[in-house]
């Protein structure tokens, strides 16, 4: 019986999941294609950024070889995670899928070709260089800057009790979406934008307010 009941909980949160997810994408779905909020030059946005992205491909790990089936891929024998579960990053740097097809920010969230969340992560043993944003009544910090079309990692950790959905408002970026609950912490990794400008993001979740900027220069 007590078996039942968890198996009954996990389907619970995996719908809770995925409803969160396709409503986060129908919004985004509603909002045209700006690219860069308020068309503004990276660097003129005032205040300092709070964090740079600054990815060390020296201080990876190798990505794994193989897909779901076993089969080696070669555009993935010398490419790198930034965490476990995180899409590889190959030696041109591109952000791919698993398959070695390179992942595209504009599609929907979880679909085979997205850049995908991790699996739960320890904080306390993620690379250093890697920025952690922590979110509760809002995020912190709420502005990080990386490069045009430069591969891109940041973590989301839940730091109340609620859950929290960290999305985009752009629907080119409508692929780059985590959800963490009280003190869960995932990551993504993608290929920012080839265009440069302020690409601001938001907690989707009912209720949250939560805002925040990607810089890209």
């Known amino acids: ?16 999941v995925v409803v969160i997810i396709i409503i986060v994408a129908a919004t985004q779905g509603k ?11 990276a660097g003129q946005t005032g205040d300092a950024p709070d964090a740079a992205v600054e990815i060390d491909r020296d201080a990876l790990a190798p990505a794994p070889t193989t897909n779901e089936d ?13 965490a476990p579960g995180a899409n590889p990053i190959t ?22 070709n997205a850049p995908k969340q991790t699996g739960f992560l320890d904080k306390e043993t993620l690379p250093t260089t890697l920025i ?24 989301l950790s839940g730091a109340d009790s609620y859950s929290h959905v960290l999305a985009f408002d752009s629907s080119e970026m409508a692929a780059i979406a985590i959800l963490v609950g ?6 993504i990794t993608f290929n920012a934008p080839t265009t440069p400008g302020t690409y601001t993001f938001r907690d989707a979740s009912p209720d949250q307010t939560g805002t925040g900027e990607m810089i890209v220069q």
Do not use: Y
């Not at 009280?182 to 990551?187: C, F, I, L, S, V």
């Open 1 to 16: 019986m007590e078996t039942n009941k968890n198996k009954l909980w996990i389907m619970l949160g995996v719908i809770l």
């Open 31 to 41: 909002k045209s294609v700006n690219g860069p909020s308020g068309n503004q030059p």
């Open 70 to 82: 076993g089969e080696t891929v070669a555009a993935l024998e010398d490419a790198v995670v930034v």
């Open 91 to 112: 030696a041109d740097n591109k952000v791919v899928t698993q398959e070695g097809t390179q992942t595209d920010n504009s599609a929907q969230p979880m679909s085979d």
């Open 182 to 187: 009280p003190g869960q912490t995932k990551a």
């Open 132 to 155: 952690n944003i922590s979110v509760g009544k809002a995020f912190t910090p709420n502005r990080f800057t990386t490069k045009a079309g430069a591969p891109t990692s940041f973590s």
